[in-house]
T-cell receptor, first 115, second 109 residues
């Protein structure tokens, strides 16, 4: 595709429900990042993949958050037993090369609201 | 203390004004990014720079590595420039970014 695609764009979940957020990076991009953006704040790093390998998951706020990229392209961020504090926009970004200083291309994000 | 701080937090300007947004950071970096975020969430990378100055159209970004400071300038501002402008630095060798909180710019006609 032409850019990074995320789905769904909006998700409303009841507290305790599990959700899965999808990211389709730009074809051929090695690196994939997930960020969480709370209302009125800048994004914060969650996790990073280089191809299918999850090289950094230090930003995941709890063990309820899980991300995968099994074939090195599409990635899924799963949140189990959602809590109200999980309400945020979840952004996915990809870049052509691994590591270092590369332009990151962002998706439009998934806005998650936990009621 | 946040690792990346931006000022001002909010900025209102009249069309045609010259605009400056500042970014200071406390970590050692290899590159700094300026990004633009429109309502609805879409983020676009404007610049990535590690030294000196870059220009693209009406946008100019500068960085002073010694002072750990960067500025984004917009010349002849236009209402379509209204957006949140975010400064971000590399958080590690993997490439993950540490973001500032953003500067909300509103340009009035």
């Amino acid at each position: 595709g032409a850019g990074v695609s995320q789905s769904p764009r909006y998700k409303v979940a009841k507290r305790g429900q599990d959700v899965a957020l999808r990211c389709d990076p730009i074809s051929g991009h090695v690196s994939l990042f997930w960020y969480q953006q709370a209302l009125g704040q800048g994004p914060e790093f969650l996790t990073y993949f280089q191809n299918e390998a999850q090289l950094d998951k230090s930003g995941l706020p709890s063990d309820r958050f899980f991300a995968e990229r099994p074939e090195g392209s599409v990635s899924t961020l799963k949140i189990q037993r959602t809590q109200q504090e999980d309400s945020a926009v979840y952004l996915c970004a990809s870049s052509l090369a691994g590591g270092g200083a590369n332009i990151q291309y962002f998706g439009a994000g998934t806005r998650l609201s936990v009621l | 203390k946040n690792e990346v701080e931006q000022s001002p937090q909010n900025l209102t300007a009249q069309e045609g004004e010259f605009i400056t947004i500042n970014c200071s950071y406390s970590v050692g970096i290899s590159a700094l990014h300026w990004l633009q975020q429109h309502p609805g969430g879409g983020i676009v990378s404007l610049f990535m720079l590690s030294s000196g100055k870059k220009k693209h159209g009406r946008l100019i970004a500068t960085i002073n590595i010694q002072e750990k400071h960067s500025s984004l300038h917009i010349t002849a501002s236009h209402p379509r420039d209204s957006a949140v402008y975010i400064c971000a630095v590399l958080g590690g060798s993997q490439g993950n970014l540490i973001f500032g909180k953003g500067t909300k710019l509103s340009v009035k006609p």
